[in-house]
């Protein structure tokens, strides 16, 4: 298993994840200070700055089995 790959995808899914989880949590902090937007408003909202996050997470799941497993260093034999 190479380590620099996996500290790779480690070190760019955390950026994304601390890029996006900022931003909810600064949407968050601007629709309850202000309270003038709608619940169903705010629940959808939160859903597109959410989802990329699950996202995130789950490619970087794949991606730490996809190189301990070692299938793209059998794929460099071909």
Known sequence: MN???LWG???SASV???YFGFLFI???YASVST???P???FVVLSL???LP???IILALVFRVKELKSGEEEEAKKY
Do not use: Q, S
Request: glycine fraction near 8%; avoid cysteine; proline fraction near 0%.
């Open 48 to 50: 597109f700055i959410a």
């Open 39 to 41: 619940l169903l408003l």
């Open 16 to 18: 994304l994840i601390l």
């Open 3 to 5: 380590k620099n790959k």
């Open 35 to 37: 309270g003038d937007i």
């Open 26 to 28: 600064l949407f968050t």
């Open 9 to 11: 995808a480690i070190i």
């Open 53 to 55: 996050l699950v996202g």
